[in-house]
């Protein structure tokens, strides 16, 4: 393997000294930058496997430097040095592709430890891109069944089937009927079928309804009925004649990254709560007086032996009770987090739902609340609990905005689309977002709030979840006229039963043995 070539930006005449000889010594080829400026003129001239970089340089931020690089080389891995570790650095770092932090004062172990574990990123990234091309390219008939191709199975077609078993994604292929031809250990272990369960069945038995045409993300269902989130990438295979032979699937494992969102979420939740633990004091208060004031009152009757006022009193008592005993359970429901589901949902009656739990809180207390909602909506399909936090947060945005106007019209509109599906709006009367500031509403830790009254996480998070759910959302915003945001929903595919039934009813059709959703 060539010498790794690494780029390392660093201010810090000593660090980036220490850093040098370290790597030098180890028989790197290096380049040194003292700014991001230097650096991204040395990454023009030359190509680098990793880069080490300051967070904190004069005239960038190194993770903003990192992305530009990236940008341009997605193979190039960094290794991101600070002397601070928090969540906004942790995260921002993340999704430039870094995979852990180089904290300052760090040692040599330290430092080649990172080194490594970058390096063998970078090759795994660069093989992986290699095995899709190969994968991409070739140009096979894949015809005959599988049992027949395996028995005379020349050194091509064998290199061809061990190179596909080493892919570390699922990749199932079909021929022009849709019927499947190869289905590697990855697909094996992501669905719980063997091989020969599968060869010569539709794709539909797979995927349990149509194939995409082109990348989506979908949920799908294991042998054993578990459902996994995969985002497939399909590639129609063409002969020299540019005729389609037959249909590539790339299929990609996306529990793990879902399970980390589903911890954001989880944590925004919590993080809300937090932020309305003032508001949720001062609703407290009043039924709490009332309580305190009765049971006086009951008491100075019983001590004059008026049982029939003390009797009054205490009946008084028992709605501010009930009100103190909901809003406990909504705080409670609130905070807690809950397991991923999908199923039907009736968005009038879940906006309904909310609207009622907000209410006690305070989040619209002080709002003039319109509800526009169209009579027989279709269903949209998704997890309750994330479409909640989804219009929960928007609401409470929406609130937010309009605390200082003298006008708070908060608007919730459901409407059915041409195509189906559902167009949701949420609209404030309040202070505006200036168009400047539009494009940057939905990026991680962006907020217009001062500080310690917002996360910048709640309009991310809700772009997160709708893209998910295969659903869009625009805003439209004048300052000091108020803003929209839409959310435009699919149509309602069949799910549960009636899409059990359609897979086995198409399975069955086409002879598929011993099918489980």
């Given at each position: 393997?060539?010498?790794?070539?690494?780029?390392?930006?660093?201010?810090?005449?000593?660090?980036?000294?220490?850093?040098?000889?370290?790597l030098?010594?180890?028989?790197?080829?290096?380049?040194?930058?003292?700014?991001?400026?230097?650096?991204?003129?040395?990454?023009?001239?030359?190509?680098f496997?990793v880069?080490?970089?300051?967070?904190?340089?004069?005239?960038?931020?190194?993770?903003?430097?990192?992305?530009?690089?990236?940008?341009?080389?997605?193979?190039?891995?960094?290794?991101?040095?600070?002397?601070?570790?928090?969540?906004?650095?942790?995260?921002?770092?993340?999704?430039?592709?870094?995979?852990?932090?180089?904290?300052?004062?760090?040692?040599?172990?330290?430092?080649?430890?990172?080194?490594?574990?970058?390096?063998?990123?970078?090759?795994?990234?660069?093989?992986?891109?290699?095995?899709?091309?190969?994968?991409?390219q070739?140009?096979?008939?894949?015809?005959?069944?599988?049992?027949?191709?395996?028995?005379?199975?020349?050194?091509?077609?064998?290199?061809?089937?061990?190179?596909?078993?080493?892919?570390?994604?699922?990749?199932?292929?079909?021929?022009?009927?849709?019927?499947?031809?190869?289905?590697?250990?990855?697909?094996?272990?992501?669905?719980?079928?063997?091989?020969?369960?599968?060869?010569?069945?539709?794709?539909?038995?797979?995927?349990?309804?149509?194939?995409?045409?082109?990348?989506?993300?979908?949920?799908?269902?294991?042998?054993?009925g578990?459902?996994?989130?995969?985002?497939?990438?399909?590639?129609?295979?063409?002969?020299?004649?540019?005729l389609?032979?037959?249909?590539?699937?790339?299929?990609?494992?996306?529990?793990?990254?879902?399970?980390?969102?589903?911890?954001?979420?989880?944590?925004?939740?919590?993080?809300?709560?937090?932020?309305?633990a003032?508001?949720?004091?001062?609703?407290f208060?009043?039924?709490?007086?009332?309580?305190?004031?009765?049971?006086?009152?009951?008491?100075?009757?019983?001590?004059?032996?008026?049982?029939?006022?003390?009797?009054?009193?205490?009946?008084?008592?028992?709605?501010?009770?009930?009100?103190v005993?909901?809003?406990?359970?909504?705080?409670?429901?609130?905070?807690?987090?809950?397991?991923?589901?999908?199923?039907?949902?009736?968005?009038?009656?879940?906006?309904?739902?909310?609207?009622?739990?907000?209410?006690?809180?305070?989040?619209?207390?002080?709002c003039?609340?319109?509800?526009i909602?169209?009579?027989?909506?279709p269903?949209?399909?998704?997890?309750?609990?994330?479409?909640?936090?989804?219009?929960r947060?928007?609401?409470?945005?929406?609130?937010?905005?309009?605390?200082?106007?003298?006008?708070?019209?908060?608007?919730?509109?459901?409407e059915?689309?041409?195509?189906?599906?559902?167009?949701?709006?949420?609209?404030?009367?309040?202070?505006?977002?200036?168009?400047?500031?539009?494009?940057?509403?939905?990026?991680?830790?962006?907020?217009?709030?001062?500080?310690?009254?917002?996360?910048?996480?709640?309009?991310?998070i809700?772009?997160?979840?709708l893209?998910?759910?295969?659903?869009?959302?625009?805003?439209?915003?004048?300052?000091?006229?108020?803003t929209?945001?839409?959310?435009?929903?699919?149509?309602?595919?069949?799910?549960?039963?009636?899409?059990?039934?359609?897979?086995?009813?198409?399975?069955?059709?086409?002879?598929?043995?011993?099918?489980?959703?």
């Amino acid at each position: 393997m060539p010498t790794a070539r690494i780029l390392v930006v660093e201010d810090e005449d000593l660090v980036r000294q220490f850093v040098e000889a370290v790597l030098v010594r180890k028989g790197y080829d290096i380049q040194t930058a003292e700014t991001a400026e230097a650096g991204l003129e040395q990454f023009g001239q030359h190509s680098f496997h990793v880069v080490i970089s300051d967070v904190n340089l004069p005239d960038m931020d190194g993770i903003e430097m990192v992305k530009q690089m990236r940008a341009s080389d997605p193979t190039i891995v960094p290794v991101v040095m600070t002397a601070r570790r928090d969540q906004e650095t942790a995260v921002r770092a993340m999704e430039c592709g870094a995979q852990d932090f180089l904290m300052k004062p760090f040692n040599l172990h330290q430092l080649m430890n990172r080194l490594n574990h970058a390096l063998q990123e970078q090759q795994r990234i660069v093989d992986t891109r290699v095995l899709i091309g190969d994968l991409i390219q070739t140009r096979s008939t894949l015809q005959q069944q599988v049992q027949e191709r395996e028995d005379r199975l020349t050194k091509t077609e064998l290199y061809l089937h061990h190179m596909i078993d080493a892919a570390p994604f699922g990749v199932v292929s079909t021929d022009r009927e849709g019927r499947i031809l190869t289905f590697n250990d990855k697909a094996e272990r992501m669905y719980g079928y063997q091989r020969g369960e599968v060869i010569g069945h539709p794709i539909g038995f797979l995927f349990s309804k149509s194939p995409p045409s082109d990348s989506e993300k979908a949920y799908h269902r294991r042998k054993d009925g578990e459902g996994i989130p995969v985002l497939v990438h399909v590639q129609d295979i063409v002969d020299d004649q540019g005729l389609e032979i037959a249909h590539l699937y790339m299929l990609e494992d996306r529990s793990e990254r879902e399970q980390l969102e589903r911890q954001l979420l989880s944590a925004d939740r919590l993080s809300l709560l937090g932020q309305m633990a003032p508001r949720i004091g001062h609703e407290f208060k009043t039924p709490l007086q009332l309580i305190s004031g009765h049971a006086e009152l009951a008491l100075m009757s019983l001590n004059q032996n008026e049982i029939d006022h003390a009797r009054s009193s205490l009946e008084q008592i028992q709605p501010s009770i009930q009100q103190v005993l909901h809003m406990i359970r909504e705080m409670i429901n609130l905070g807690k987090p809950e397991e991923s589901r999908e199923e039907a949902v009736d968005l009038k009656e879940e906006l309904k739902r909310l609207l009622n739990m907000l209410r006690p809180l305070g989040a619209i207390k002080y709002c003039e609340v319109k509800e526009i909602f169209e009579d027989n909506l279709p269903l949209v399909y998704g997890d309750p609990t994330q479409l909640e936090q989804v219009f929960r947060n928007l609401i409470v945005n929406a609130a937010h905005a309009m605390e200082s106007c003298s006008e708070r019209i908060l608007t919730l509109q459901l409407e059915r689309t041409e195509n189906g599906g559902v167009r949701a709006v949420v609209r404030d009367t309040g202070e505006g977002i200036p168009e400047s500031h539009l494009e940057q509403i939905f990026e991680p830790f962006y907020t217009t709030k001062e500080d310690g009254h917002g996360t910048g996480l709640g309009l991310p998070i809700v772009k997160s979840v709708l893209e998910r759910h295969g659903a869009t959302i625009e805003v439209e915003s004048r300052v000091n006229q108020g803003t929209a945001f839409v959310l435009i929903f699919p149509e309602h595919k069949p799910v549960g039963d009636d899409l059990v039934q359609a897979s086995v009813t198409e399975a069955s059709e086409n002879g598929a043995p011993n099918f489980v959703p």
